[in-house]
Structure formats: C-alpha cells, structure tokens
C-alpha cells in the first residue's frame, strides 16, 4: 500500500520534473561525489609529499598514484553528472586534458600529442620538449625578446614518433644501447626509404601552404635537427644534419626531414649521447623548418669572447650565407665588443674572406670564389656590429649563460638570428677549491646571513628586484631575483624566469614554496628583513642550504656560481624527476576560490583541485535546488512538508537545513525551525559545539575589508532560485548523518559525518581550504587546526591552506563528542587566520582552545 | 679519510639518479646501475661499503645480489628496497643478513639514517 502511494507519487513528482530521480537517489549520488572528492585530495597530498623530492620513487609509482587519484575523481565526476543531470558536460573534458597531459608525461616513451606541426609564435615555454632546444630556443628568442628571427615552425617529437612508428622502426630503438655500425647503418638506410603517416603529409602540407605566401617567390627553407635536449643543457653542437635550401613542397620537406632523422642515429651521435649518459633509443627529434634568409653576409657571435672571456664578445661575419663561417671554410671579419656599461667595438679585423657559399635557388647551394672587389670590404658598419652586440647581450642575459649566436643579414640590410645555443665554456680547473672558496667569498660583503627558512637549496644570482606592487610582477626582468615582503601564489606565473626569490616573511609550506622546489628556483622566506637591507638593482649572490642556513652575498660571486654548475650538471640528469614532479602542476593548484565570482565556471576548472571544489559547490547546490523544487511540489500537491527549512541561529549564520529523513525531530517543520527541533545527531552535536559560549567572536578582529563580515555569513534568500544559491551554508541532515558545506568569506568548511550505534560504519571527514589573510597565515591556521585534530587521532593531510582530515570506527558518544569540538573549531578559527602573525601564536592558541578557553587576546 | 663508496641497483634511472645526488651531498661516492648483471660484473672488482638494490629486477634480482655480495664482502652492509612491502620476501632477506627493507617510494632522509647506522657514523 504505502508502495504503490510511493510509486504514484514518484510518477507524478518525475512528471512534473522531467523523470528527475528522488531525493534519496539524489543523497546517494551527493555522498558518493564526497567520498570520491576526499579520496581525491588525499591521493594529490600523498602525491605531492612523496613527489617533492624527499623521497626515491618510480615511475610504477607515479603511475600507481596517479590512478588511484584519477579513479577516484573519475567517480566523484560520474556521481556529480547523474546528480546535476548532466549540467556540466565541460568537466569531464577539462579532466580528460588533464589526463592526457598526465599520461603523456608518465608514458616518457611517447609523445601523444596531437599536434605534429607547431608554428613558432605559438611555441611556449612548456613546449620545449616537443619542439626541441634548438626550435625552443630560437623561438623564444622572437616571442620573448622581440628579436627579429625567420618565419618558421616545427615538427614536433610527436610527429617524429608517428613517423617511426609508421616504419615500423620503433622495436629497432628498443636495441639501440648495444648496436653496432652495421645494424646503425641499416637504421639509417630504413629512415632515409621511410614512408609518411597520413596526418603527418597533411600537417606538413598545411604548415607549407600557410608559410609560402609570407615567404614570397623564390621560397626555400632550412630543416634542421631539433632533438630533446639540444642546445639546451647539451650543446650536441654540429651532431645533427641541416638541410638548406628545401623547396617549399611537402616531398622536398619530406626529404630533407628523412636525412636529418636519419643523422640522429650516426654513430658518432650515437656514441656522443652515450658519453652523456643519455639512452640513445630514448633521444627524441624534432625539426625546425626555417625559412632560407638569402644572405647578403652573416656569421657567428660569441657573447664570450674565446670562450673565456666574459667581458667581451666577438663577432665574426663573412659575405653569403653562414656555412662559410660556420664551417670555417673563409678566413671572416673578426669584431670584438667590449660590453661593460656601454657597449663598444674595441678591435676590428678584416679577413681575406676568400670563399663564400650562395644560393642556388632551387639547386642548393654552392661555394664560389669571392669577388675581388668585395673581399676586402669589411661586411658589417660600427652601427650593424653595435646593433648585433646589443641583440646578443640581450640573449645571454636572457637564457644566463653564455652563447654562441648565428646570425645573416639580408639585402636589405634586416638582421635575423637563425640559432643560439650554450657557448661552452673553458672553465679553469679548480686546484684548491677549499681554500679559493674562503678568499673569495670573504671578499664579498654578507648582506643577510641564516635568518630565514630556505625553502629550496642552490647558489645563483641576479639583480635585485623589490617587488612593491602586484602589477609590477610582469616588470621583473628575467633572471632576476625577486625580494618581496610577503611570499605570494601570485608570483607562480613569473616564477620559472626568475634565479631566486627572497621575502621577508613567508612559510616554506606555501603554494609558492611548492612551485619554487619544482623549478628549482633558490627561494628563502621569513628573512625579516630582505626589503630594507637589499637595494633595488642591486646585484647578489644568494647561497641556500639546509634548513635556515644561507647568505646573500654583495655582488656576484663567480666562485660559488661555479661551484653550483657543476652540481647543477647533475641535477639537470634528473629529467625523469623534473617530468614527473611537473605532473603535480596539473593536480594540486587551486585556481577557482570564490563561488561568488564570476570566475567560479566550469571552464576555469584548471586542475583536478579545481574540478573537486567546483564539484561540491554545485553538487551541494544541486541538492538544494532539488529540495526546494520537491518542497514546492510536494506543497502544491499536498500542503504537506517540505524538506527545505532555514535554521534559526543565535549567531550570525544562515544556514539551510534539507532534511534526508530524521533531520528533524518528529513532527517538527515549516519554514524555520530552531535548533531545539533538529533531529539529526551528527549536526546537533556540531550546532552544539558552534554554539558553545566565547566560541562565536565576532569583536576584536581587524579583518582587512569591513564589508567582508556581511559577506560572511550570509545564506542566500531562497526565493531568488538556482544563481544565488551559490556559496549558501548548508546542512543535509538525516538521523545518523550530516553533511556541512560551510562557507566563511574566503573560508570554505565541509563536514561529513555518519554517526550510529554501530562504530564500523561511523566517520567523519573534514575539508578546510582558503581564507582572506595572507598564505603565511592561512597555513598556520591549518597548522593550529590541525594540531588539535591530531589529538583526536584524525588522519590528517595538509599542504597549503588545504586540510584533509579522516577519522572512522569510534562509537556514537566518541563521534557525538569530536563533533561538539569540531563545531568550537569552526567557530573559532573562522577568523583566525587574521591574527596568526607568528608561529608561536599557533602553539599558544593550540593549547589555549584544547584547555577550553576561546580567548584571542595575547 | 677516504670516501665510503655506495653502489645503488634499481632498473629504473631516476631511483639511481636521485638516491647519486642525494648521496653525494652526504658526501659519499656512489655508482649507480640499471640492472643485477653489471653490477655484479663492477662488484668482481670494487667493494662497496653500503649495496642499495631494487629487489625485483628482471634477469638477476635483489636477493642474488645480496647473495653474491655477501659471498665477496661479508663486512658490506645491504640495504634492499622495493616497489611493494612483501614480508615473506622481507623475512627471508633479513635472514639473509640485510640490513634494512625499504618499501617504495622511500624517504631519503631515513635511507640517509640507515646508511649512517650501517657505517657507524650515526653517533658522531
């Protein structure tokens, strides 16, 4: 009997609502969207401590990990869907371009990008290992420093594999390590008949179309090798073939692009890579396809002059195009530039310039005789030699190292730069390393010495850049170091151009701190100082070790740089590390924060951080739009109860209540109801704690931006449907269970209990993010709160301003107990962040609120 | 006094990569090897003082290398590590005279300790 009214109501209610599920079915799908978030973020936690570098891992770990994460987000988005009907189809795109930004990452073996062809100006930094170093480079050197380079594109290392893979010639990599001449030589000649993938011909072919008519008539192109790592931290300088003067026709490209695969697997190349330690079947190719400059003159600079001398450079330049040079065929003007403060030719030499190599159109090239006449003519003015100077300058300062630079000039007079790699360097040996090391660095005043904590280790230096403002962050020159007072998440975008960060105060728990040990960046925070001792411009030499021990020195000490190269050669062999760890960067930032903003859209969901907060926030909203329209019908139908009420509050917290069954006490209802009447034990246990006299303070607290209190604790009117229920406080309540979405200002709190009689099947997970103070003291309030769960034997996971707490299998009078102290917690701490101005205040306030006493005042 | 010498042994580069620079730092002299074979063919002619392996390797394996270290150097300390904590394995290994068991991923300050207990440093 009650069966069937069940069955009729259920036609009726699905009718008017579109076959929507009902409510329990809904619950069903909200709790396991729960479950499968928690489990989310405790595997990106776990992943990011064991991924941070303290730990030796695998790869099979990584891999373990990640899936774990990946299934456990995957089921919380298939609830979400059936929970929000579908509403959100762009989740599961944005979660399936970050998986296959993972995948690609942890599959080293293969590039699954689909992308074969990539344009220079769209080529960015996080591209440079599909377009390889010398591509990257070259690249850069247009989008970054605005330097004039040819038209050009690549063909990426993704296409290089389709095209072996095409050949069938990918199990012949596998045996690489232990080949010999002959079986290299039958690799090569397989390449050299290689057939092309279709999508790789029509790449190609689109790539040609698109280049053709920017180039003109006679259009020809270089192809030249651009494997993994060239010109990168391995020079592989002359290994590679460079095909001049292709034709603009996908058959001519196709041609040239076999040779310079194929020269990857020379044997001296083979046997060079080997000498580095590299896996030769591993080395992955792109090329460069760069339009032919038909050059008037050109040549090579180096921004140190003989490989030595850093403070001059020296530029060589011959008539035709740079082969004479490159190669050394011709005896070429030699100009040296002093560089100092101004720079300035201090020698010039004209050589006999006997040789130069032309083009042929579509014939190649050739080298002829220099005409008599044009021999002894110097190829470059004082100004073209000043102007090439002052481009190379800009480019060993950008990429901080010294280079060797190609460059050609065209007929009219346009200079383009065609590559530029590390220049390598003679280094003197070291003798008596220990002993130059005291009389160097002693020479050099210490500005600031073991005050602070090193959040990463590592020598570099740099110039001083006080960062004031915000806006002003796009201002810092690369290579710089950034001094701030505070550390910021803001400063992750500039992060990967910058040698150091130094702030005054900061912890080394932060998002910032995170992505400085990703990248390696020297970073000291909590200096006290660093803004009044370090001059803007000042150059310096920081030195960061363990723990609090570090120096900055007054100048550049060459010294203790060199010394840092050399362990750097080493760290840099940690690719594999660098390429795992950067799959965290796809995980854990948290970009949206404010469901009030605008910016709270599923299509600012950036990472899986991302996808889990905006999942509860609809998910929670979903139940409530659900309830409401269920109230409503039911209402109209009956005049019976709704499930929907609001809360009567002594504190100045709005908060709705749906009632799963047993929410309230029996017989209660309507609109409002008071606490007194709430049914549910979990939630009666938390209000109780809540409500605990001295834990709701709202004097006392200078929070920056008066108006964020109303903000607060505001529950949005229900009247005004689906839009405005974004960030309400909410409470799904049954008998046994509660789940609190709880959001504070910048503060969001989710609490998930079951709490029975039978303890195997109670928990209670927690989730803290965020806050409105800075991150330095957003995370000692997750340091305070966690330091008091612990006490009641949560398993707990914190990074950031994130706290992930788990605790199951106590009996109902423990949970009821734990709840009360939670709800205190919440209370209390909810502006607590704004007053944690030092560690020792989280230690006292710990201590103060587990002895009862809610107090702020020191 | 001279470096103690550490051999690492794991099949995948970035172990031996890692645990090298991490060890370095310590001050300590270590080669690393991808597989079972050539570290015991680079055992016939350099002891170690400590042995990191990887248990599970194809072709020689952990225990094979404990074995045949322990035959040539009785006084070198071996310190097994693995992807999975498999106890049964464990136990015959400790049996076997390892000195300590790391399950994957293993933090490097408690390798770092084990290695300083192995060599009686610990307490300087």
């Known amino acids: 009997m009650a069966g069937s009214l069940l069955q009729w109501f259920k036609g009726i209610v699905g009718r008017e609502h579109g076959a929507a599920p009902d409510l329990a079915e809904r619950f069903r799908a909200f709790q396991a969207v729960v479950e499968g978030n928690n489990r989310t973020l405790e595997a990106m936690t776990e992943m990011g401590e064991k991924l941070g570098g303290d730990y030796l891992f695998d790869v099979n770990y990584t891999r373990r990990a990640y899936a774990e994460l990946f299934a456990a987000i995957s089921d919380s988005l298939s609830h979400f869907d059936q929970l929000t009907e579908h509403r959100y189809p762009q989740l599961g795109e944005t979660l399936a371009r970050i998986d296959s930004l993972v995948q690609r990452m942890l599959t080293s073996d293969e590039a699954v990008s689909s992308r074969l062809v990539v344009f220079y100006p769209e080529i960015t930094w996080d591209l440079a290992e599909e377009v390889g170093g010398k591509n990257y480079h070259l690249a850069e050197l247009a989008n970054s420093l605005q330097i004039r380079v040819p038209e050009a594109f690549a063909i990426t290392t993704a296409a290089f594999s389709a095209f072996l893979r095409h050949n069938g010639l990918e199990e012949r990599l596998a045996g690489l390590a232990a080949a010999d001449d002959a079986a290299l030589a039958g690799l090569r000649a397989a390449i050299l008949a290689g057939g092309f993938p279709e999508e790789f011909t029509a790449a190609l072919a689109a790539a040609l179309a698109t280049i053709r008519p920017r180039l003109g008539e006679e259009a020809a192109l270089a192809v030249r090798s651009s494997a993994e790592e060239e010109d990168g931290d391995f020079s592989f300088a002359g290994q590679f073939e460079t095909v001049l003067n292709v034709p603009c026709t996908t058959e001519a490209v196709q041609h040239a692009y076999r040779e310079v695969v194929a020269s990857l697997f020379q044997a001296s190349a083979i046997s060079y890579q080997r000498q580095l330690g590299f896996n030769p079947g591993k080395l992955k190719m792109a090329a460069g396809c760069v339009a032919m400059i038909n050059a008037k003159c050109s040549g090579v600079i180096y921004t140190a002059a003989a490989g030595k001398d850093r403070s001059r450079m020296a530029i060589s330049a011959a008539w035709g195009l740079g082969k004479g040079v490159v190669d050394g065929l011709t005896d070429a003007d030699l100009y040296t530039v002093a560089k100092g403060e101004e720079l300035q030719v201090v020698e010039q030499r004209t050589g006999g310039k006997e040789k130069m190599v032309v083009n042929r159109g579509g014939q190649g090239i050739e080298t002829v005789e220099t005409p008599a006449e044009q021999r002894v003519l110097a190829c470059l003015s004082q100004a073209e030699v000043l102007e090439l100077a002052r481009q190379a300058a800009a480019i060993e300062e950008h990429f901080k190292a010294p280079q060797d630079i190609e460059w050609a000039m065209d007929n009219s007079g346009r200079c383009y730069l065609l590559q530029t790699r590390a220049l390598r360097m003679d280094e003197p040996t070291e003798e008596a390393p220990a002993l130059e090391q005291a009389a160097v660095a002693g020479d050099y005043p210490v500005l600031l010495r073991d005050q602070g904590v090193v959040v990463q280790r590592g020598t570099t230096a740099g110039k001083v850049f006080i960062l004031r403002q915000l806006d002003e962050l796009e201002k810092i020159p690369k290579g710089g170091v950034l001094v701030a007072r505070h550390d910021s998440p803001h400063f992750v975008r500039a992060i990967p151009f910058l040698n150091a960060i130094i702030t005054d105060v900061g912890v080394p728990t932060s998002h910032m701190a995170s992505i400085c040990r990703e990248f390696n960046i020297p970073t000291v925070v909590n200096t006290g100082q660093a803004t009044t001792v370090l001059r803007h411009g000042q150059e310096i030499t920081l030195r960061a070790g363990e723990g609090s021990e570090f120096a900055v020195y007054e100048g550049i000490v060459q010294h203790l740089l060199r010394e840092e190269r050399q362990g750097a050669a080493r760290l840099r062999e940690l690719y594999e590390f660098r390429r795992q760890k950067y799959i965290m960067r796809h995980i854990a930032p948290l970009n949206l924060v404010n469901p009030l903003e605008q910016e709270f859209s599923p299509e600012k969901c950036q990472t899986v951080h991302d996808l889990v907060r905006f999942m509860h926030e609809k998910a929670v909203q979903a139940l409530v739009e659900f309830a409401e329209r269920q109230g409503r019908g039911l209402a109209r139908l009956f005049g019976g109860r709704t499930p929907l009420h609001r809360l009567n509050l002594p504190i100045p917290v709005q908060l709705l209540l749906i009632d799963l069954g047993g929410g309230l006490q029996d017989g209660a209802g309507g609109k409002k109801v008071d606490v007194e009447q709430v049914g549910s034990l979990p939630l009666r246990a938390v209000l109780a704690g809540m409500l605990f006299p001295g834990v709701w303070q709202n004097e006392g607290l200078a929070l920056s931006g008066g108006d964020l209190m109303s903000a607060m604790t505001r529950a949005t009117d229900l009247t005004g449907g689906g839009q405005e229920l974004a960030g309400t406080n909410v409470a799904l309540a049954g008998r046994e269970y509660v789940n609190m979405s709880l959001r504070f200002g910048y503060h969001f709190n989710m609490l998930d209990c079951y709490c029975s009689d039978k303890p195997r099947n109670n928990h209670i997970y927690f989730r803290f993010v965020g806050g409105a103070a800075s991150i330095t003291n957003r995370s000692r309030r997750i340091t305070l709160m966690a330091q008091v769960l612990a006490e009641y034997g949560f398993a707990l996971k914190a990074k950031g301003d994130l706290l992930v707490g788990r605790l199951s299998g106590l009996d109902r009078r423990e949970i009821e107990t734990i709840l009360d102290q939670m709800g205190r917690l919440i209370g209390y701490t909810r502006q607590l962040d704004a007053l944690l101005d030092s560690d020792e205040m989280v230690n006292t306030l710990a201590g103060r609120f587990q002895a009862g006493d809610y107090r702020f005042d020191p | ?124």
């Open chain 2, 1 to 124: 006094m001279a470096k103690h010498g550490i051999m690492v042994i794991d099949d995948e580069k970035i172990v031996g990569d890692m645990a090298k620079l991490s060890l370095e730092q310590d001050g300590y002299e270590v080669e690393t090897f991808l597989n079972g074979e050539s570290a015991l063919e680079r055992l016939k002619t350099k002891r170690f003082d400590v042995v990191v392996t990887d248990l599970k390797m194809k072709g020689v394996d952990g225990l094979e290398v404990l074995r045949t270290v322990k035959k040539l150097y009785p006084t070198t300390v071996v310190i097994m590590i693995t992807a999975f904590a498999n106890l049964d394995v464990a136990i015959e290994a400790l049996r076997d005279d390892v000195h300590d068991f790391f399950p994957k991923p293993v933090k490097i300050k408690e390798l770092k300790a084990s290695i300083k207990r192995a060599l009686g440093t610990a307490a300087k």
